[in-house]
């Protein structure tokens, strides 16, 4: 026993000098990932196109903190609350990180008595998922919304947001789509006339939304085996979501003798139609299906819902396109903003959120699959010199160009060879080359370099940057 001790110890004594060294586990946590600059600037291109078609539909911008009061998160999401992160007690304040950009703005609204806003949001938000990141799930991503609060008249703010989801998807050139819509009311008159009792309709609900991932049957096993429901009223739901169309089916619904009983299924309806028209006066019913398997997960919606799939046309053979995915999705909720104010006044609401991260992904492949070479940096010209000891006149002159607004770079030699400078501009996609030489400085020229053509010009001092804008705003 002494002899093993002694080892033992001796042992320890050996790994107590590496005590001081502790190895980092160099990793990014579960679910999320860092974005190089390859990845960044994919991210900003399409961040881009989606600010652009906000502004141009007269948003404003609001930012809200990126943690809430944890009472301000609990009871919004249904089934999904388990997956909101809490943070420690710090400060005697119980805090969770956002779940989404919407119930922050509503919140946002009540305190500030907002009662007429149009705003988007983009920022991260935080979910306790299991995450899927090979199909742009993560734990922390990126949303983008859109709202429109106030009291308007029907359905107007509704298609808005339904073309702003077309917009950008046709924008981003992502392929097929389409633009599944339902309606809530819809939805809990048809749960009403199959027979479901009041209690159970969020929880048949979340089991509809699962249609689009699984088939019916094992929905149906799910509402009556797991979540008690007779299965006559089971039989009667699957006639009824298993229909999408466009205003025949809408007109087809209006006329059905038990639906049309139902007052809320009929107001739904209604407004249905009505939204319909609206979008075929915009001129993209093309892409909308009127889909009564749409559910949406989440508690707070109360009218129209809606949600974006992208299509996968595999091969000429197949009959159905398969859906990738959803990427946008959003809907009314006017009961939001009264939850949180005093007096429970309430401010309509309806809003758009687009699933960025799904679309990054998708954007990602196809750019690895074309192997089109994606610039990082947005530099113009490149400052250049052909002979030794002129470091000074290239730091003046990058400075004139800095100074006018021009995106310039040097390399940081003294005395570069003119071919390196040449090649790091071929690598890094610079399209202009502006080299001094004692003959330029003595004649008041720079001599002005097209990378891609070689071809070489001498253009007055006092004219590069005018030529420079010209130049590159053609690129």
Request: a negative charge; aromatic letters at 8%; proline letters at 3%.
């Amino acid at each position: 026993i002494a002899k093993e001790v002694a080892k033992l110890l001796e042992m320890k004594a050996q790994l107590g000098a590496d005590e001081g060294k502790h190895k980092f586990v160099l990793k990014t946590p579960k679910g999320t990932r860092d974005f190089g600059p390859k990845e960044m600037a994919i991210r900003e291109r399409a961040f881009k196109a989606i600010i652009s078609c906000f502004k141009r539909h007269g948003a404003e911008v609001i930012d809200t903190p990126v943690f809430e009061l944890k009472e301000t998160l609990t009871g919004k999401y249904g089934e999904d609350s388990k997956l909101i992160y809490d943070l420690k007690d710090q400060g005697g304040e119980l805090l969770s990180l956002r779940y989404d950009l919407t119930v922050p703005f509503a919140r946002y609204l009540a305190m500030n008595k907002i009662t007429n806003i149009k705003r988007y949001h983009i920022a991260k938000v935080y979910r306790r998922d299991n995450p899927a990141m090979t199909r742009g799930r993560y734990r922390e991503f990126y949303q983008c919304d859109f709202d429109i609060a106030g009291q308007f008249d029907p359905m107007i703010p509704d298609a808005e947001c339904l073309k702003i989801v077309h917009e950008i998807l046709s924008d981003l050139q992502l392929g097929d789509f389409v633009i599944k819509v339902n309606d809530r009311r819809i939805l809990d008159g048809m749960f009403a006339v199959c027979g479901v009792p009041d209690s159970k309709f969020r929880t048949i609900c979340s089991s509809v939304d699962k249609l689009d991932k699984v088939p019916w049957e094992e929905v149906r096993n799910e509402m009556v085996g797991e979540k008690g429901l007779s299965p006559e009223a089971a039989d009667r739901i699957g006639e009824y979501v298993q229909l999408h169309g466009g205003l025949d089916l809408i007109e087809q619904l209006l006329q059905d003798p038990k639906l049309s009983q139902n007052k809320l299924a009929k107001e739904g309806l209604g407004d249905m139609k009505l939204l319909f028209e609206y979008l075929t006066l915009f001129g993209i019913t093309g892409k909308i299906s009127f889909d009564l398997s749409l559910a949406r997960g989440l508690d707070y919606y109360t009218g129209v819902i809606f949600e974006a799939v992208l299509l996968q046309q595999d091969n000429e053979h197949v009959e159905e396109p398969v859906s990738v995915g959803s990427v946008a999705g959003g809907g009314r909720y006017d009961g939001l903003v009264g939850m949180f104010d005093p007096k429970g006044r309430k401010v309509p609401c309806v809003g758009v959120s687009i699933g960025i991260e799904r679309i990054f992904s998708i954007l990602e492949q196809r750019l690895e699959a074309s192997e089109e070479k994606i610039r990082t940096t947005e530099t113009q010209v490149l400052v250049a010199s052909a002979q030794k000891k002129l470091l000074e006149e290239r730091l003046k002159l990058i400075s004139e160009l800095w100074d006018a607004g021009i995106k310039a770079e040097i390399l940081y030699k003294k005395n570069p060879k003119l071919l390196n400078q040449l090649q790091y501009c071929e690598e890094t996609g610079i399209p202009l080359v502006a080299i001094v030489g004692e003959q330029e400085l003595k004649d008041g020229v720079v001599k002005l370099r097209i990378v891609a053509t070689r071809e070489e010009v001498s253009i007055r001092r006092e004219n590069l940057v005018e030529e420079i804008r010209i130049r590159t705003s053609q690129c």
